[in-house]
C-alpha cells in the first residue's frame, strides 16, 4: 500500500491555530462547559506535539485530535463520578457578536443551542462530530467506538428530540 | 437560518479561546517543544535527567504544566513498554470455546481457531462487573477478541429481554485500540451464550489501518469501557453496568497472512485501477488498490445522501470477492476501509475484513478484484 507519508509540521502556532477551538467544542459539547478547556487542549496538543507516528492528512490528525480531546473529556467525565460538575442553567453562553434586530434570532439560536446540549451524551457528541464537524456517521462510530448503526441511531433519536421540544420554531427539520 | 442544526453549527462556530489564551497556549507549547528537543539532545545514560528541566525553567504556571507533562510523556517514552495490567486466573479457555460464535463450530474449524488464536486473560473488574479478555485471533490487519462480562449480582441480568439466540442490540463505548492503528471498522457483538450464569460474552471483531502497513501482530493492544448499554425493545437504552474497566494486552496470535502479487491494472467504472496489495488469511482478507478518481467528500452537513453515496462507490466500490476450494465465495466490497486522495487526482483505498467463519489457507482458491482473479497458488 503505497501511503503518503507528508509529515504535517508540528509547529507550536500551527497547532494552536488549528486545534484550539476544535478542543474548546469538544470539551462543551462533552463537559457542558469550558471551564477545563485549556487544560484538555493543553494535555491535547502536547500528546500532538510528542506524537511520533505521522498522519496521513490533515484529516487524519484532526480526527485524531478529535478523539484525543473526546477521551480526556470523558476522564473528566468519569473523575466526577460520570456526571458533569456544572448544571444547564450554568453554562456559558458562546460569544457572538449581537447587533441590533438580531435578538430574536439570537435567543432562538441560544434556545436550540440549550436544547442540543440537553440531549444525553452520547447524542450530543454524534451531532457535534456529524453535523458540526462535519464527519460520516462511520468515521463519528470509529470515533466514538460504537458502531455505525449506533450512531445513525443516536443522529435519529436527536433529530427527533429537537423536532419536539422545538415544534413551532422551525419548519425545516433534517429526516 | 430553516433548521435548529443551523442555529446550533453557527452557535458553536461562535465558540472560541481568546486571542490572549491562544498566546498563552502557544507559548505553553513551544516550551513543552523544547523540553521535548533537550531529551532527544541527552544523553542515553541519563534518562533522569529530563524530570529535572521543569524546575529549571522559570515559566508561568500553565508551562510549567506543559513541560511536566512534556517530560512525563518523554520518560515514558523511555522506560518504554508496559505490563499487562491484569494477570491470567486460572484455567485459560481454548479460543476456540470463546470464538466459535464468531467463526463457526465445525470440529475443523475449532482445531482451526485454536490453532491460530491465543488465549489472553487480562481482566478488570469495577462497579461488581469484570471483564477479561478471554482469546484473541487474527491477521495482520484483522482481529477478533472476545470477552468476558461476569456480573457480581445474580440478578443483574434479570428482566432483560434477549433477542433469539441470546443477542442484545449492542450500544456501550467499550473501545480498543491497537497500537499502530489510525483507522478501521467492524463490528460488536453482545451476546448470553449461557443463560444459566451471571456472565455476558462480548466479541469485537474489526479490520484496521496502521499508518506504516507494519501489522499489529505483537502490537499492545488497550481495552477500555465506561458503560455496557444495550438498546432496549420499547426504544429507550438500558444499562447494564457503568464503571471504569482498563486493560491491556498483547495481539499475540498465529499471523496466517499471504501476500498474493500484486500491481495489476484494470478499471473501474471508467476509472483506472492499479491494485496495490492484496493478502488473505485463515480468518480474513486486505485489499489496498490506487483509483485514478477522486469523490468529494461525504463531511458536510446534509451531504449524506443516497447520491453521495452512490458517487462515493465510484471510489471506494471496486468488488473484491474470495473464493474458496468448495466453491463458496465471500463478498468483502464493502469491507471495512479507508480512502486516501493524493494530490495527482487519485485515491488510494484500503480493505480489510474477516469472514465469517474460519479457513485454512490452503483453501482459498483466489481474490477476485473488480475482474481481476489473482490466484492463491500464484503466491
Redesign the interface.
Known amino acids: 500500500?503505497?501511503?503518503?507519508r507528508n509529515a504535517l509540521d508540528?509547529d507550536?502556532?500551527r497547532?494552536?491555530?488549528d486545534y484550539?477551538?476544535l478542543v474548546?467544542?469538544v470539551c462543551?459539547t462533552y463537559l457542558r462547559s469550558?471551564a477545563d478547556?485549556?487544560?484538555v487542549?493543553?494535555?491535547t496538543?502536547?500528546?500532538l506535539?510528542?506524537r511520533e507516528?505521522?498522519?496521513?492528512?490533515p484529516g487524519?490528525e484532526r480526527a485524531?485530535v478529535v478523539r484525543v480531546a473526546a477521551n480526556a473529556c470523558?476522564n473528566l467525565l468519569?473523575d466526577r463520578g460520570?456526571h458533569p460538575a456544572v448544571g444547564l442553567d450554568d453554562v456559558p453562553e458562546?460569544?457572538?457578536a449581537q447587533t441590533p434586530g438580531e435578538d430574536a434570532?439570537r435567543r432562538?439560536?441560544?434556545r436550540?443551542?440549550d436544547?442540543?446540549m440537553a440531549l444525553?451524551l452520547?447524542q450530543r457528541e454524534a451531532?457535534?462530530l456529524?453535523?458540526?464537524e462535519?464527519?460520516?456517521?462511520?468515521e463519528v462510530?470509529?470515533i466514538?467506538?460504537?458502531?455505525?448503526a449506533?450512531v445513525r441511531?443516536r443522529l435519529s433519536r436527536a433529530r427527533a428530540s429537537?423536532r419536539d421540544d422545538?415544534k413551532g420554531?422551525?419548519?425545516?427539520?433534517?429526516a | 437560518?430553516?433548521?435548529?442544526?443551523d442555529?446550533?453549527?453557527?452557535?458553536?462556530?461562535?465558540?472560541?479561546?481568546s486571542d490572549e489564551?491562544?498566546a498563552r497556549?502557544?507559548e505553553?507549547?513551544?516550551a513543552?517543544?523544547a523540553a521535548?528537543d533537550a531529551e532527544k539532545n541527552a544523553q542515553p545514560a541519563a534518562p533522569a535527567e529530563v524530570l529535572t528541566m521543569p524546575a529549571r525553567r522559570p515559566a508561568r504556571p500553565?508551562a510549567r504544566?506543559?513541560v511536566r507533562?512534556?517530560a512525563g510523556?518523554?520518560l515514558a517514552?523511555v522506560l518504554g513498554g508496559g505490563a499487562t495490567v491484569a494477570v491470567a486466573v486460572g484455567v485459560l479457555p481454548n479460543p476456540a470455546d470463546v470464538l466459535s460464535d464468531v467463526f463457526g463450530g465445525a470440529p475443523s474449524q475449532t482445531e482451526l481457531l485454536n490453532d491460530v488464536g491465543r488465549p489472553i486473560g487480562a481482566s478488570a473488574t469495577s462497579n461488581g462487573v469484570t471483564v477479561t479478555a478471554e482469546a484473541v485471533a487474527g491477521d495482520r490487519f484483522n482481529y477478533a477478541v472476545a470477552y468476558s462480562i461476569e456480573f457480581d449480582d445474580p440478578a443483574a441480568l434479570e428482566g432483560i429481554e434477549f433477542h433469539e439466540g441470546g443477542t442484545l442490540t449492542?450500544?456501550?463505548?467499550?473501545?480498543l485500540r491497537v497500537d499502530?492503528a489510525?483507522?478501521?471498522?467492524g463490528?460488536?457483538r453482545l451476546y448470553d451464550a449461557d443463560p444459566g450464569d451471571n456472565t455476558l460474552q462480548l466479541v469485537q471483531v474489526m479490520g484496521v489501518q496502521t499508518?506504516?502497513?507494519a501489522g499489529i501482530v505483537g502490537r499492545t493492544a488497550r481495552f477500555s469501557m465506561?458503560k455496557l448499554e444495550i438498546?432496549a425493545d420499547d426504544g429507550g437504552?438500558k444499562t447494564l453496568a457503568?464503571g471504569?474497566w482498563n486493560l491491556k494486552f498483547e495481539m499475540n496470535y498465529v499471523d496466517t497472512t499471504v501476500d498474493l502479487p500484486a500491481g495489476q491494472t484494470t478499471t473501474w467504472q471508467g476509472s483506472a485501477v492499479t491494485i496495490?496489495?492484496v493478502a488473505v488469511s485463515s480468518l480474513g482478507v486486505t485489499v489496498?488498490y490506487?483509483i485514478d478518481r477522486q469523490t468529494r467528500?461525504?463531511?458536510?452537513?446534509?451531504e449524506?445522501s443516497d447520491e453521495a453515496l452512490e458517487e462515493q462507490a465510484t471510489t471506494i466500490g471496486l468488488p473484491v470477492i474470495v473464493t474458496f476450494a468448495d466453491g463458496t465465495t465471500f463478498d468483502a466490497t464493502d469491507a471495512n476501509g479507508s480512502a486516501?486522495?493524493?494530490?495527482d487526482g487519485t485515491t488510494?483505498v484500503?480493505k480489510a475484513t474477516t469472514y465469517d467463519h474460519i479457513v485454512d489457507t490452503d483453501d482459498i482458491v483466489s481474490v477476485t478484484v473488480g475482474d481481476v482473479e489473482i490466484p492463491v497458488s500464484a503466491a
Open positions: 500500500m503505497q501511503i503518503p508540528r507550536p502556532e497547532l494552536v491555530r484550539a477551538d474548546l467544542r462543551y469550558t478547556a485549556e487544560d487542549c493543553q494535555d496538543l502536547v500528546k506535539l510528542l507516528e505521522p498522519f496521513h492528512d487524519h485524531w470523558r468519569r460520570a458562546p460569544a457572538a434570532l432562538r439560536d441560544e436550540v443551542l436544547t442540543v444525553p452520547p451531532v457535534y456529524h453535523y458540526y462535519g464527519y460520516p456517521t462511520r462510530a470509529r466514538v467506538g460504537a458502531t455505525d449506533a441511531q429537537l422545538l420554531d422551525y419548519d425545516d427539520f433534517p | 437560518m430553516t433548521s435548529p442544526l442555529s446550533y453549527t453557527a452557535s458553536m462556530g461562535d465558540l472560541h479561546f489564551a491562544k497556549m502557544a505553553s507549547l513551544r513543552a517543544a521535548r500553565h504544566r506543559w507533562v512534556a510523556l518523554a517514552l449492542y450500544v456501550g463505548d467499550a473501545f499502530g489510525m483507522s478501521g471498522g463490528l460488536v499508518w506504516n502497513d465506561s438498546y437504552f457503568a471504569n496495490d496489495a489496498d490506487t467528500d461525504l463531511a458536510l452537513p446534509g449524506v486516501v486522495k493524493h494530490g488510494t484500503s
